[in-house]
């Protein structure tokens, strides 16, 4: 028993003598970077980084929510290194305030709005028009005035001369994996999410795709944050996810590739 | 000070359904903390743990057993629509979500002013010929009054400062289950301050108004 912890105390040493030297090691020149971004980017994002982590040394940490949020969390000194909105009026806000490094910005991705059901609904939704019937009692959507998808829909709506009487019924959410878990769960009739977050899911099934010559230009863009201390390491993933691998997986999620 | 029509609805919608809440558990908040203080059955101890559940689960764990509960995919949520019955994304799912928060401290509160009423006087009353009923009514329930009009006051506020149970069985809908907690939280993600600001006034005047009213019965109920 003695014996065995003698050995164990001098394991844990031994360990704790390499814990520090990794830990002192990795701050020497690996680096982990904080990447705000996008709700609908959570699954795909992922993946990429899966592949970045792979070949580099640095660490990618982020942090999903709606963008408008994040870029308010951005706004108020919020550590962040890298940010992916998912909407322009949030970049711009940003780069008038001075929070973006200059040169850095570029519009990445794009995407399509869809109308989603639950996979079981039985009501008859083939259009946008639809949404006006009796039987549709609540729309989930993304909060219309600030969150993008929730933006890009309410202004579609608007362009189809919808809004005005879609609105009442309109339960506002979070962002757009909110809006997703909303139609899933039946609680709602409908919702409007990106058709990658209507792929993701079995639970829910596309009715009506926003043509995209009819629909606002969804427009994915990205930038290193000015305040950053970790910028090598920032560029290093923003010329990662620009690479043709990156770019493969954004293909396969249903994103469209910005040049 | 004027305020805007936003503001006067959210704080108004705030209080009556924070109030209706409050009546609305306070015949079963006072039943079962005297069942809980005066008797004795079985499986007490996991009825009580049950009830005090919510108090010390984070809301949000309350709000998603709601949320299941009375969501469509439930047989009860399933049933309660084919009625016509919606509890999710509506001012009932704040009704409900404020009274299961709030039920615990109402019990705890009546079960211990229950507890300080001298069990001989209702004794008393028994050999003089009263009704258990008539005993429950003008013995116990006057002299522990104090302490649910307390407990009372206690879950009002509980109730006005729910959130997140709130935010997920009822949304934050504006002008349909947006609470003044839901509203600040709102206002803040949208970049609007100044409005956030008004209502954590609100919020600030009512809570030293209620814990000034509970201090002043605490006061005087230690002078009596």
Redesign the interface.
């Known amino acids: 028993m003695f014996q065995f912890n003698r050995g164990m105390h001098k394991s844990l040493s031994v360990g704790a003598v390499f814990f520090v030297l990794a830990f002192t090691q990795t701050t020497a020149w690996a680096e982990e970077i904080l990447v705000p971004a996008a709700a609908s980017l959570t699954d795909v994002l992922k993946e990429i980084s899966n592949g970045y982590q792979a070949k580099s040394k640095h660490t990618v940490r982020f942090n999903f929510g709606p963008s408008n949020g994040l870029a308010r969390q951005i706004e108020e000194g919020a550590p962040a290194d890298l940010f992916l909105s998912a909407d322009l009026t949030q970049m711009d806000n940003l780069d008038k305030k001075g929070r973006l490094e200059p040169g850095t910005r570029k519009n990445l991705l794009s995407n399509q709005l869809v109308i989603i059901v639950p996979a079981d609904s039985k009501l008859a939704i083939s259009s946008p028009k639809d949404l006006l019937k009796g039987e549709v009692k609540k729309i989930a959507l993304a909060e219309p005035t600030s969150v993008p998808v929730g933006v890009y829909s309410s202004k579609y709506l608007s362009d189809e001369g919808l809004w005005d009487q879609v609105k009442p019924k309109v339960v506002p959410v979070q962002d757009v994996r909110a809006t997703l878990a909303s139609v899933e769960s039946g609680n709602v009739e409908a919702g409007f999410v990106y058709k990658t977050d209507a792929a993701i899911s079995k639970k829910v099934k596309i009715v009506y795709e926003v043509p995209i010559d009819k629909g606002p230009k969804i427009i994915y863009p990205i930038a290193i944050v000015k305040e950053s201390k970790r910028k090598d390491a920032a560029r290093d993933f923003l010329n990662y996810v620009q690479s043709p691998a990156a770019k493969e997986t954004f293909k396969k999620y249903g994103f469209v590739i910005l040049d | 000070m004027i305020f805007s029509f936003e503001t006067w609805q959210i704080t108004l919608f705030s209080i009556s359904v924070g109030l209706a809440s409050t009546l609305l558990i306070l015949p079963f908040g006072i039943g079962l903390a005297w069942l809980f203080a005066r008797k004795e059955w079985p499986l007490k101890s996991i009825v009580e743990t049950v009830v005090l559940l919510p108090l010390v689960m984070p809301p949000v764990s309350t709000g998603l057993i709601l ?1 299941k509960i009375f ?3 439930s047989p009860l949520g399933q049933w309660l629509y084919e009625r016509g019955i ?1 509890i ?2 509506n001012w009932k799912g704040v009704l409900i979500a404020m009274s299961v928060m709030s039920f615990p401290l109402l019990v705890r509160s009546v079960r211990t002013s229950f507890a300080e009423v001298n069990p001989r006087l209702e004794q008393i009353a028994a050999t003089l010929g009263a009704s258990p009923l008539r005993i429950f009514f003008v013995i116990t329930i006057p002299l522990a009054y104090k302490g649910i009009v307390a407990g009372a006051l206690l879950a009002f506020s509980r109730a006005l400062g729910e959130f997140g149970a709130t935010i997920l069985l009822a ?4 002008g349909k289950t947006q609470t003044l907690s839901l509203a600040i939280y ?1 206002y803040v ?3 609007k301050d100044p409005e956030a600001y008004t209502l954590l006034g609100i919020t600030v005047a009512l809570a030293f108004l209620f814990v000034w009213c509970s201090e002043w019965l605490l006061r005087a109920e230690r002078k009596n």
């Open positions: 949320l969501g469509r995919r919606e999710v994304f949304g934050n809908i504006p709102n993600q949208l970049g």
